[in-house]
């Protein structure tokens, strides 16, 4: 059974702070990573997506990639209260199947 | 461009009861993907199109659920009969391809079964 893994939270933070979200998957030969971002009573949508190991910055956001480790994190700079939200993480593994999604961590910042 | 399309945007059935909703990916997108959200948890797929073809539908409770998508466009998802724990939201998905493209998501579908 594959399975992705995330804090559930909820994880508070300052407005201004960094958020840091982290993510566990236990398919090695996993290919494709994603984290979307979902509001309450809304629909998931995505923030970005990372190939290979190492770093994918995108505005505030930065996505980083442990392949070795089978670990994926989210760093959110300068939070915002309006980044208050679901950050689920989703991988996609080698035979090109759906992405399977962690539960998702509870993010939330406080002004 | 026009994102995924979902209707209805609620239901609510009592237990025993058929119920159907609809969705319409985005131009051109080949793989349309179902997926059910229950409250507190991430979505959990259902099943997966390519094109008119079923790719995965190993986690569709296939005694109860069903789902076509017929000519390789729009797509519908059945229950027959609903059960309390099919209470969730549906979501339906499309990406151009199956292997590693993101997943555009509709609003969804809130099912309530009473």
């Known amino acids: 059974q594959k399975e992705v893994e995330q804090n559930s939270g909820p994880l508070s933070v300052p407005e201004g702070a960094i958020a840091s979200l982290n993510c566990t998957y236990s398919d090695r030969g996993s290919q494709s990573f994603f984290w979307y971002r979902q509001y309450s009573g809304k629909s998931p949508e995505l923030i970005m997506f990372?190939?290979?190991?190492g770093d994918k910055e995108d505005g505030r956001f930065t996505a980083q990639l442990n392949k070795a480790s089978q670990y994926v994190s989210l760093l959110i700079r300068d939070s915002q209260p309006s980044d208050s939200a679901t950050y689920l993480c989703a991988v996609n593994d080698q035979a090109g199947t759906a992405l399977i999604f962690g539960k998702g961590t509870t993010l939330s910042v406080s002004s | 461009e026009a994102g995924v399309a979902q209707s209805p945007r609620y239901k609510i059935i009592e237990k025993r009861q058929s119920v159907a909703f609809w969705c319409n990916p985005i131009?051109?997108?080949?793989?349309l993907y179902w997926y059910q959200q229950i409250l507190g948890q991430g979505p959990k797929l259902l099943i997966q199109f390519q094109n008119n073809g079923v790719v995965d539908d190993s986690q569709l409770p296939k005694d109860r659920f069903s789902a076509e998508r017929l000519k390789g466009v729009d797509s519908t998802l059945k229950i027959q009969p609903a059960k309390l724990e099919d209470s969730a939201v549906y979501l339906c998905?499309?990406?151009?391809?199956?292997?590693?493209?993101?997943?555009?998501f509709g609003n969804g579908t809130r099912l309530t079964v009473t």
């Open positions: 990372i190939y290979s190991n």
């Open positions: 998905a499309s990406s151009p391809t199956g292997t590693g493209s993101p997943l555009h």
């Open positions: 131009s051109g997108h080949a793989t």
